[in-house]
């Protein structure tokens, strides 16, 4: 028999799917003696599959295709990793849906037991005084409204007048602009929880995370003034920023003059502008001056999961602290949820000197991956003087990790775009995150893949650690 | 001509279908799903090794597109840009397999995969019309050998079967097919050539 005779033997009990692993390597041999006959080979198979692909080509599974591939797109064009930032990091401390659950029962109970009542009272106080204290000017990803009567608003829409209320932004990596009547603005950083109220006098209880605020001068002797667990602020107009931990009060002003009074001594000190003071019963009471912002920052992971997403795993004998991807799933209504496996670490916060990004800024991320995988990293920003800026994000395709399963990757600026699921922003926002503060990272990646992030630095080429 | 103004009527309807998904306008993407799948999933079919998936490849292809719309330069050639990133998802896919230790002895020869993927990187906008030349050519094909493809590809019935029905050995069965594949080769890249003359 010759070479082209079995070949054709060979191929088409290939094509039919009866080739033991004895013969595909027989075959292998015959093409690789033979060019043309790989080439014929090549051909045939092409046919076949087109042959294939046109059996399947009717309108009902052509139909289903269709739709199959709808389902699968992203809840918006511009979302993807973008939206999905800002749904994730939420709160470790704090068990979310049980605490919504509970909310909603206390609204039904409440419903049912007050009925008329609740429903008048509502109607006197908001005919009082307390009505449309404030709106929501922009926001993004989700709030969480608890207005007068325990009333529970989960989709608070952009320029939305509240009365007095809590407001909570849900997730960390989201923001919201709330207005008051007077000009004054409070932009509150995702995952904080602020009660507010403006009977004459405006009154802000920062039970959780962080704001800034640009407050026009208010009426004499009726400061704004802002609670928090450590701190009373006192704030007659001014710009400033207020970070709200378990056991101190960190204040930022950027303008004018802020009062601070310590809740544990009564002891209170003035902040002027650019100047900064840490409230808190073991710690001395005295303003310091704002540290100037650096251009270099590395994490600490060894330090522990400072505010950090993911699980953190602690070094041992081989290998060094880490923070592994944990998945985040995005229900989308009416769509397949999407997983995504995400670690975040915070960048700016707390005591630490602001850090800037610069045009020729770059982060270098070591970590590893059990499993091929594209990648996405990113970054959201603030302003200098406090309030969101953005969130730049870039793809690292999975053919760029080697196989070794460790990855070191750099990116710089051009290797960032502004996150598209800010799209409808784009305007107002800044294109570009230099000379912003960098708040967060996060890395996420498109599979289960066993992602662990060991370090990230943000430097510029000459910058020193 | 007429050939000529479809093409043009369909880059009309894909520029409006892309510029009201950057206005927002999701379902608008659909249009661009249908107008191009039957064509991205052909070429797909036919540069794919054995072992891919072609739908999920050109499901990952129409999102990454999607993902990316902004990238697209309104005004140029819509369909092009989505079958060079098909390509590149393909060229992952492989390099995926390539990685599987055990592939090539279980189901496709390494030259043919990599001739495979040799050919996927010769884009012409002519290989997208390989689906309908493929049609014309089969319409062409007489009754009696066209049942042949019609039993394997449409009713997907077995060799033997079909060797019981036709009244012939298996081999001859199998003979007839690779002819017909090979007459069905011949019968399209004749066209393709017509059409590249032109």
């Not at chain 1, 080979?41 to 052509?62: F, G, K, M, P, W």
Request: proline share 4%.
């Amino acid at each position: 028999m010759s070479d082209r005779d079995e070949f054709e033997q060979l191929w088409t009990s290939y094509i039919e799917g009866e080739l033991d692993e004895a013969g595909i390597e027989k075959l292998q041999a015959i093409l690789s003696a033979d060019k043309d006959l790989l080439s014929t080979a090549v051909d045939e198979y092409q046919i076949h599959r087109l042959l294939c692909a046109n059996a399947t080509s009717d309108q009902a599974s052509r139909d289903a295709f269709v739709r199959s591939t709808m389902e699968k797109l992203p809840a918006d064009r511009e979302q993807l990793v973008g939206d999905v930032m800002q749904r994730i990091l939420p709160n470790i401390f704090e068990n979310r849906s049980g605490l919504r659950m509970l909310r909603r029962a206390a609204v039904i109970l409440l419903s049912v037991a007050a009925g008329v009542l609740l429903l008048a009272v509502y109607t006197s106080v908001t005919d009082r005084s307390n009505a449309n204290v404030a709106k929501i000017t922009s926001k993004s990803g989700p709030l969480s409204w608890t207005g007068d009567g325990g009333r529970v608003v989960d989709d608070l829409a952009a320029e939305t007048p509240l009365s007095g209320g809590t407001l909570e932004v849900l997730l960390p990596d989201s923001w919201a602009k709330l207005e008051f009547r007077d000009g004054s603005v409070v932009t509150l950083a995702g995952g904080s929880l602020v009660t507010f109220s403006d009977l004459g006098q405006k009154r802000l209880h920062l039970r959780r995370g962080s704001f800034s605020a640009n407050v026009v001068p208010q009426k004499s002797g009726h400061p704004m003034l802002v609670h928090t667990r450590s701190a009373t602020l006192e704030i007659l107009g001014t710009q400033f920023k207020v970070e709200s931990e378990l056991d101190t009060t960190l204040l930022n002003v950027n303008e004018g003059l802020v009062g601070v009074k310590r809740l544990s001594d009564g002891k209170r000190v003035e902040v002027p502008a650019n100047h900064r003071v840490v409230a808190s019963a073991d710690r001395q009471l005295e303003p310091v001056l704002s540290p100037k912002s650096v251009n270099y920052w590395k994490s600490q992971l060894n330090l522990g999961a400072q505010n950090t997403h993911g699980r953190w795993l602690p070094a041992s004998d081989l290998l060094e602290a880490r923070l592994r991807a944990i998945p985040y799933v995005y229900v989308l209504p009416k769509r397949k949820p999407i997983t995504l496996y995400l670690a975040a670490m915070p960048i700016s916060q707390g005591e630490n000197p602001p850090v800037t990004f610069q045009s020729d800024s770059r982060f270098r991320v070591r970590g590893s991956l059990e499993s091929s995988s594209g990648l996405y990293f990113g970054f959201s920003v603030n302003l200098a003087g406090g309030g969101f800026a953005g969130k730049f994000v870039g793809h690292i395709p999975a053919e760029n990790i080697t196989d070794s399963g460790e990855f070191t990757f750099s990116m710089g600026l051009k290797d960032f775009q502004l996150d598209p699921a800010l799209v409808k922003l784009k305007k107002v926002l800044p294109q570009s995150p230099e000379g912003l503060i960098v708040s967060h990272c996060w890395c996420v990646s498109e599979k289960p893949a066993g992602l662990e992030v060991v370090e990230v630095e943000l430097s510029q080429p000459d910058a020193l650690p | 001509m007429e050939k000529h103004s479809d093409a043009l009527d369909e880059r009309q309807q894909l520029e409006t279908a892309i510029a009201r998904v950057r206005d927002g306008d999701i379902k608008s993407f659909e249009v661009i799903v249908r107008l191009l799948e039957r064509r991205l999933r052909a070429w797909l079919a036919s540069h794919t090794p054995p072992g891919v998936d072609v739908d999920e490849v050109a499901q990952k292809s129409f999102i990454a597109a999607y993902t990316r719309l902004d990238d697209y330069t309104s005004g140029t050639d819509f369909a092009s840009w989505l079958f060079t990133i098909a390509h590149y998802q393909l060229r992952t896919e492989t390099t995926r397999l390539r990685r599987v230790a055990d592939y090539h002895t279980r189901f496709a020869p390494d030259l043919l995969q990599r001739e495979l993927q040799r050919r996927s990187a010769e884009l012409t906008g002519l290989e997208q019309d390989r689906l309908d030349y493929l049609q014309d050519c089969l319409d062409g094909l007489g009754k009696n050998v066209r049942r042949y493809i019609d039993w394997r590809y449409e009713e997907c019935i077995p060799l033997s079967e079909m060797a019981r029905r036709s009244e012939r050995s298996v081999a001859a069965v199998k003979k007839q097919l690779w002819q017909l594949r090979r007459a069905l080769r011949d019968c399209v890249q004749t066209r393709l050539a017509r059409e590249a003359g032109e």
